[in-house]
């Protein structure tokens, strides 16, 4: 099991901040599958300005957001791994959005195996997590793959 470090990605530009932090464990799969585990323990909103922690339930759509920045991740590498995300923090809808998580946990995947995309992808990928905010702004699923936004909804 990989060391529990936080990851954290920040970035501000044209006046618009982007921020989460990301604590993985990644281990090679032994059953070559991919396998992601969720662990979220967190409070979510306890106050304005706080930062915020996902909790078992709630943050759907970060939740989701860390599985399709995983399910990116995986196609970027030749071996299978088990992760376990065990915590997503962040502050929703001032700096933190379901992009953003989802960037963040590629970082974060990426620096637990050694792995590094190369500059002309990062560059890409953070045009499409910066346009996230675009005004007015809707809490979107991302879809790194093909680099567009799907809506969030919340199924009854």
């Known amino acids: 099991m990989t060391e529990l470090n936080a990851y954290r990605w920040v970035k501000y530009q044209n006046g618009v901040g982007a921020f989460a932090i990301v604590t ?7 059953n070559n599958v991919n396998e992601i585990r969720d662990h979220y323990s967190g409070n979510g909103f306890t106050r304005q300005g706080d930062i915020e922690e996902v909790p078992k ?3 759907e759509s970060w939740k989701i957001a860390s ?4 399910e990116f991740a995986f196609t970027c590498v030749d071996k299978f791994w088990t992760v376990d995300i065990i915590k997503i923090e962040g502050r929703a809808f001032t700096d933190t959005n ?3 998580v989802g960037y963040t946990v590629i970082h974060a995947f990426f620096e637990k195996i050694n792995f590094q995309l190369d500059q002309e992808k ?7 997590v910066m346009r996230s905010w675009t005004k007015p702004y ?3 699923i991302p879809d790194f793959l093909n680099m567009k936004f799907e809506k969030y909804s919340i199924e009854k």
């Open 98 to 100: 379901p992009t953003v």
């Open 122 to 128: 990062i560059n890409s990928l953070e045009e499409f």
């Open 67 to 70: 599985r399709k920045g995983l």
């Open 57 to 59: 339930n709630g943050y």
């Open 24 to 30: 993985l464990s990644v281990e090679p799969n032994q």
């Open 138 to 140: 809707q809490e979107m």
